[in-house]
C-alpha cells in the first residue's frame, strides 16, 4: 500500500516554512549592521526557535516516506531556493550565473539521491 499524497507534501511545507525562518534568523540582520550583534543573536534565536517547531515535525512526518538523506537533500534543495527569493527581494543582490550553475550542480546531486 502506498502513502498518500499529503504524506509527502505536508514534510515538504513544513520545510518550506521552516527555511523562511532560518533564513531569515541568519540573514535579516545584515540590514541593521549598528544593531548591536547580542540583540541580532537574540533575535536570530527567537526566529530559529519558529523553524526547529515546524523542522522537527517535518522530519519526523517525513521519515515515514523519505528516507533521512533524501529529508536532508529536499531540506538543502529548498534551503537554497528560499536564500535566493530572499537575498534576491530582501537584499537586493540577484544570484549571478556562477551562482546558478552552482546550485544546478546541487541539484544533480539531489537528482541522485533520490535516483534509487
Known amino acids: 500500500m502506498t502513502a498518500p499524497l499529503s504524506a509527502y507534501l505536508l514534510p515538504i511545507a513544513l520545510l518550506i516554512a521552516s ?3 532560518m533564513t531569515a534568523a541568519w540573514y535579516w540582520h545584515l540590514k541593521f549592521t549598528s544593531t ?3 540583540t541580532v543573536v ?3 534565536w527567537s526566529l530559529a526557535f519558529f523553524e526547529y517547531c515546524l523542522a522537527v515535525p517535518a522530519n519526523r512526518i517525513g521519515y515515514e516516506v523519505f528516507s533521512a538523506a533524501q529529508l536532508k537533500t529536499i531540506q538543502e534543495v529548498i534551503t537554497l531556493t528560499v536564500f535566493v527569493a ?3 527581494i ?5 544570484p549571478t550565473w556562477n551562482t546558478a550553475i552552482g546550485f544546478a550542480f546541487i541539484a544533480l546531486g539531489a537528482w541522485f539521491v533520490f535516483r534509487g
Open 42 to 44: 537574540l533575535l536570530s
Open 86 to 88: 530572499f537575498s534576491t
Open 90 to 94: 530582501y537584499l537586493g543582490q540577484s
Open 36 to 38: 548591536p550583534i547580542l
Open 19 to 21: 527555511n523562511v525562518f
